[in-house]
């Protein structure tokens, strides 16, 4: 829809401490309305500032601008005197120990809310809590920010071609095989304090040596006076070692009662798992660039195993060498029918979304929702260092009734949630590194075909 406005009467003032209070806010239905509508609505005459959020459009301005939207497009709520400065932005808290404590939620999503920061805060920033190790975030939002974008309204973008042979890759993906797995990883006690911890190593070292042309090794670090270790399997790309994807997901575990036990299935078996099917798949083919399938230790003390590689990597100087990171951490739990993705990142790494996005549109029935906003998992000291990399997890994660609990059960599970992402993130591999199933790495067959196995075009 168009909106025009003929006159637009400001109605906004100045705070004692300068900032602009805003009379009059809405928040809208903006369920797949599109790109040119959801700027439409932002560029309404007397429309001063804005949040996004999913399916929902916070927007703040005169009473005329928000009467006009309301035109257009449902009114889930009119909250009134909003200020700008004392918006904040939290995750992985639920809405009601949000309003227990003070704050006004305005609308919530994927575990995010936007959310009010109460009056008897005289500086809401100094409320802030951001430890990037735990997805327990409570952030001072600027106004006119996207917090988590339905990809239904993302901006026109030149889409990623999948030759045809990537859906070999994808047809790959087994179900059933990568929820054994999890179902072999949750046996295991796997807090990086316990011991059989190192059982869960030597299992994930023997599944990895048990596929062909991967290289496995152990780094060692330490976690509070306990050492801890990664399993690093790398694939040699056809190309040398000059390009380097790294595919990663934590494989400790924690619960409220560690000590007794940490099955941690959703928790990061199910991301872990991932990481073991999608090198079995890789392993059949010689991609292009290198890969390195990687499972961390020491995620939930704050990244260790995350952390120790990227170290690892700038001391022995090839950290320039890695073209992005790919993290899978909660890829199997869903709460309801509706399969929903978010895919996180940092804006310098926002390219990294598109050919993910596109492999859920062509191979998946995904709904896949996007942010800017990175927090607590290991693709942060990636993002961190400047490599670009990018987070798949379920959209439902802060719901799951079990995280981080003695009940994180792989029967909490849906196969189909994890194997819709892992289809995604396959054939978004595949494009990335060039992996082609024409190219049969144990006879060294080689289609002829040296091209590009990503084109982009209009
Ligand atoms: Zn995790």
């Not at 005459?45 to 309301?70: K, N, Q, V, Y």
């Not at 199910?270 to 059949?284: D, K, P, Q, W, Y």
Request: with cysteine; charged share 20%; hydrophobic share 40%.
């Amino acid at each position: 829809m168009t909106i025009l406005m003929a006159a637009a009467i400001l109605f906004t003032w100045i705070t004692s401490s300068g900032a602009a209070e805003t009379a009059h806010c809405g928040v809208f239905d903006i369920d797949r309305v599109g790109w040119a509508s959801t700027e439409a609505i932002k560029r309404t005459p007397g429309a001063d500032w804005w949040i996004e959020l999913d399916d929902r459009l916070l927007i703040c301005g005169t009473p005329d601008s928000i009467d006009l939207i309301a035109t257009g497009y449902l009114v889930v709520a009119r909250p009134q005197r909003l200020t700008s400065n004392r918006m904040m932005l939290s995750l992985g808290r639920s809405p009601v120990d949000l309003e227990t404590d003070g704050f006004r939620v305005l609308t919530s999503s994927g575990g995010y809310a936007v959310v009010l920061a109460p009056l008897f805060l005289d500086d809401p920033s100094a409320a802030a809590v951001h430890d990037r190790g735990d997805r327990r975030v409570l952030a001072p939002l600027p106004p006119n920010t996207v917090v988590l974008r339905q990809q239904a309204n993302a901006p026109p973008a030149l889409k990623t071609v999948f030759r045809p042979e990537v859906q070999t890759l994808v047809d790959q993906v087994n179900g059933n095989r990568w929820f054994d797995d999890v179902v072999s990883l949750a046996s295991y006690n796997r807090h990086t304090h316990s011991p059989d911890n190192l059982n869960a190593r030597d299992w994930l070292v023997t599944q990895f040596q048990s596929l062909p042309n991967l290289t496995v090794t152990t780094p060692s670090f330490n976690v509070s006076g306990t050492p801890a270790y990664n399993v690093v399997a790398t694939l040699e790309g056809a190309l040398g070692s000059h390009d380097w994807y790294v595919v990663g997901g934590h494989y400790d575990s924690t619960s409220e009662n560690a000590s007794v036990a940490a099955p941690g299935a959703e928790d990061n078996a199910s991301g872990c798992a991932g990481v073991l099917e999608m090198a079995r798949i890789f392993t059949g083919f010689q991609p292009r660039a290198t890969i390195l399938f990687i499972c961390y230790s020491g995620e939930e003390q704050g990244l260790h195993g995350s952390d120790a590689h990227v170290s690892a990597l700038s001391a022995t100087g090839d950290l320039g060498k890695v073209q992005a990171m790919l993290d899978m951490d909660m890829i199997g739990y869903t709460a309801d029918a509706d399969l929903d993705c978010l895919l996180e990142t940092e804006p310098f790494a926002q390219t990294l979304l598109d050919p993910f996005v596109d492999a859920a549109a062509e191979f998946t029935q995904l709904r896949i929702v996007t942010t800017l906003n990175a927090w607590g998992s290991d693709h942060v000291p990636y993002l961190d260092a400047g490599v670009p990399a990018l987070l798949t997890i379920e959209n439902d994660w802060s719901e799951y009734p079990d995280y981080h609990s003695t009940n994180d059960l792989p029967a909490n599970l849906t196969i189909a949630m994890a194997e819709e992402i892992l289809k995604m993130n396959v054939a978004a591999l595949a494009a990335l590194t060039g992996a082609e199933p024409g190219r049969l790495f144990s006879d060294g067959f080689e289609s002829g075909d040296t091209s590009s196995w990503s084109v982009t075009a209009p």
